[in-house]
């Protein structure tokens, strides 16, 4: 543990302190309650985050070549993709709270989704459904990569909310410390696989790293950065994915050495691990494929700038034209009826004028 100055009293279950900032708040998990339903900040945050992800895509989806309808099909099988491996893999790995109790594996309103189980299934899911509807999967990976940044950084806030996500003691100016926090070190710390198998100590009367805050900063830069390079630098499709896993990872690699709750197979924390093969993973592909793409030289294009894209887009352009057309056709009188109202085919002169005329000429020829 590290020695600290700070003393933090018994606080109340709502309260959460940043001692050295002198904040002193109180937060509910619940946001609100419908119809004796309690709307939880966890979830209302991860929505948000999932929203604002999905608005900035859809912003840029063009710009990457790609079908707008086609990549919805994908990006909504990725979040169903998603949600589903961030439960399933906290659950797996925390399988022993979640023997016994099996309606409790569907309640996620208390937490209990773990980001590297979320990616590795929206990606499965997403990249699945983008196979089928023939969606390029490279271009598509770098959109929702800067996304899943965007979505990150704000949805880490519900864990602020439901007091975890924490690490261990510190007397950073940043330690934080919260009458739910100091619960959970005394009544359940002792009891993780963490604690049995590091055997690290922990005083719930002294501040702790606010590890989602360290997070939330870290994901929020991280898109502003890739959004820009994307913009000015992107050389090839998928490097903008590559450049994501290889932030992420490396923050996670760092904070998650921090927390105290991390999800643990014998002395390997697993998040940790994965995000040091992300970190690996992303240097070496890069440079193999940075170099690869610099031999191509002018013959390399994005997948923006083909023909196939170019296609595609002029097709997704020409539906919606015609569907707009139908519309507003629709929504429009005719001329036919609008001239039917306002003069009746009996009162029309022009007919009997030519019948005359012609019953005229025929006597005087007659």
Same mark, same amino acid.
């Given at each position: 543990?590290?020695?600290?100055?700070?003393?933090?009293?018994?606080?109340? /279950?709502?309260?959460?302190?940043?001692?050295?900032?002198?904040?002193?708040?109180?937060?509910?998990?619940?946001?609100?309650?419908?119809?004796?339903?309690?709307? /939880?900040?966890?979830?209302?945050?991860?929505?948000?985050?999932?929203?604002?992800?999905?608005?900035?895509?859809?912003? /840029?989806?063009?710009?990457?070549?790609?079908?707008?309808?086609?990549?919805?099909?994908?990006?909504?099988?990725?979040?169903?993709?998603?949600?589903?491996?961030?439960? #399933?893999?906290?659950?797996?790995?925390?399988?022993?709270?979640?023997?016994?109790?099996?309606?409790?594996?569907?309640?996620?309103?208390?937490?209990?989704?773990? $980001?590297?189980?979320?990616?590795?299934?929206?990606?499965?899911?997403?990249?699945?459904?983008?196979?089928?509807?023939?969606?390029?999967?490279?271009?598509?990976?770098?959109?929702?990569?800067?996304?899943?940044?965007?979505?990150?950084?704000?949805?880490?806030?519900?864990?602020?909310?439901?007091?975890?996500?924490?690490?261990?003691?510190?007397?950073?100016?940043?330690?934080?410390?919260?009458?739910?926090?100091?619960?959970? $070190?005394?009544?359940?710390?002792?009891?993780?696989?963490?604690? /049995?198998?590091?055997?690290?100590?922990?005083?719930?009367?002294?501040?702790?790293?606010?590890?989602?805050?360290?997070?939330?900063?870290?994901?929020?830069?991280?898109?502003?950065?890739?959004?820009?390079?994307?913009?000015?630098?992107?050389?090839?499709?998928?490097?903008?994915?590559?450049?994501?896993?290889?932030?992420?990872?490396?923050?996670?690699?760092?904070?998650?050495?921090?927390?105290?709750?991390?999800?643990?197979?014998?002395?390997?924390?697993?998040?940790?691990?994965?995000?040091?093969?992300?970190?690996?993973?992303?240097? $070496?592909?890069?440079?193999?494929?940075?170099?690869?793409?610099?031999?191509?030289?002018?013959?390399?294009?994005?997948?923006?700038?083909?023909?196939?894209?170019?296609?595609?887009?002029?097709?997704?352009?020409?539906?919606?034209?015609?569907?707009?057309?139908?519309?507003?056709?629709?929504?429009?009188?005719?001329?036919?009826?609008?001239?039917?109202?306002?003069?009746? #085919?009996?009162?029309?002169?022009?007919?009997?004028?030519?019948?005359?005329?012609?019953?005229?000429?025929?006597?005087?020829?007659?």
């Amino acid at each position: 543990m590290t020695d600290t100055a700070t003393t933090v009293g018994t606080l109340d /279950q709502n309260e959460v302190v940043f001692p050295h900032l002198g904040i002193d708040i109180h937060v509910n998990s619940t946001a609100f309650s419908i119809g004796g339903l309690d709307i /939880q900040w966890y979830g209302l945050l991860i929505t948000l985050g999932l929203l604002l992800a999905m608005i900035y895509a859809f912003a /840029q989806v063009r710009k990457y070549g790609l079908n707008p309808d086609r990549f919805l099909d994908a990006v909504i099988g990725g979040i169903i993709g998603g949600i589903v491996g961030a439960r #399933a893999y906290y659950v797996i790995l925390e399988w022993d709270t979640y023997a016994g109790d099996w309606k409790s594996i569907f309640n996620l309103r208390q937490g209990g989704l773990a $980001i590297y189980g979320g990616i590795i299934g929206a990606l499965l899911v997403g990249c699945t459904v983008a196979k089928f509807r023939k969606v390029r999967i490279l271009p598509l990976l770098d959109i929702v990569g800067i996304g899943f940044l965007l979505g990150q950084g704000i949805g880490r806030w519900g864990n602020f909310f439901n007091q975890e996500a924490f690490g261990r003691n510190t007397d950073s100016f940043l330690g934080m410390s919260g009458g739910q926090i100091q619960n959970w $070190i005394t009544n359940s710390y002792p009891y993780t696989s963490y604690y /049995q198998n590091f055997g690290t100590a922990m005083d719930a009367s002294q501040p702790v790293h606010p590890c989602f805050l360290y997070e939330s900063i870290w994901c929020l830069l991280g898109f502003v950065l890739l959004a820009l390079f994307a913009k000015k630098i992107r050389r090839y499709d998928g490097q903008i994915f590559l450049l994501y896993i290889g932030w992420y990872g490396l923050e996670r690699a760092f904070v998650e050495g921090l927390r105290a709750d991390s999800l643990v197979v014998g002395n390997v924390r697993i998040s940790q691990m994965l995000a040091i093969l992300c970190v690996v993973a992303s240097v $070496i592909l890069q440079i193999v494929i940075g170099l690869r793409v610099k031999r191509m030289g002018v013959d390399y294009r994005l997948y923006k700038d083909t023909a196939e894209s170019k296609a595609l887009l002029a097709e997704y352009d020409q539906q919606h034209n015609k569907s707009a057309a139908k519309s507003a056709k629709a929504d429009t009188p005719t001329d036919d009826t609008a001239d039917s109202e306002e003069t009746p #085919a009996e009162e029309v002169p022009a007919p009997e004028s030519e019948s005359a005329e012609t019953e005229t000429n025929e006597e005087k020829e007659s």
